[in-house]
C-alpha cells in the first residue's frame, strides 16, 4: 500500500522561507515522477512543481517559478520543495502526490495524472 506522508508546513510572514519535505513508501519511489500541488480555501487545486525520476528535468507553475525549487533524494524516498520570498498568496494546503507516470506528462498541473497522495500540510504566509 502506498503512504505519502507531507512535513514541514507553518506559518511564515511574506518574503520568507519554508521548506517541505514528503517521504513515500509502498512504491518503487525511483520510477515515478513527483509534483507537489496546494489548494487555497475557495480555489481548485493547482500544481505548483513536477519532479522526474531522475530529478533532472523539473517543471513549475508560473506563479512560483523563481521562488520555489523542487528535489529529491531516491536513496531517501524523499521529496522537498524549498519556498522562498513567500506571499500571502501562497498560503495553502500543499500536497505531495507520486505520478503513475516516468515523466511529467503535459497535463501535470491539472494533477490528474497522480494517483497517490498525502493528507497536505498547511502554509500560511501573513502579510
Known amino acids: 500500500q502506498v503512504q505519502v506522508v507531507e512535513s514541514g508546513g507553518g506559518a511564515v510572514q511574506t518574503g520568507g522561507s519554508l521548506r517541505l519535505s514528503c517521504t513515500a513508501s509502498g512504491l518503487t519511489f525511483d520510477e515515478h515522477a513527483m509534483g507537489w500541488f496546494r489548494q487555497s480555501p475557495g480555489k481548485e487545486r493547482e500544481g505548483v512543481s513536477c519532479i522526474t525520476p531522475s530529478g533532472r528535468g523539473t517543471y513549475y507553475a508560473d506563479s512560483v517559478k523563481g521562488r520555489f525549487t523542487i528535489s529529491r533524494d531516491n536513496a531517501k524516498n524523499t521529496l522537498h520543495l524549498q519556498m522562498n520570498r513567500m506571499k500571502p498568496e501562497d498560503t495553502a494546503i500543499y500536497y505531495c502526490?507520486?505520478?503513475?507516470?516516468?515523466?511529467?506528462?503535459?497535463?501535470?498541473?491539472?494533477?490528474?495524472?497522480?494517483?497517490?497522495w498525502g493528507q497536505g500540510t498547511q502554509v500560511t504566509v501573513s502579510s
Open positions: 502526490a507520486a505520478s503513475a507516470y516516468v515523466v511529467c506528462v503535459s497535463s501535470w498541473l491539472r494533477g490528474t495524472s497522480f494517483g497517490d
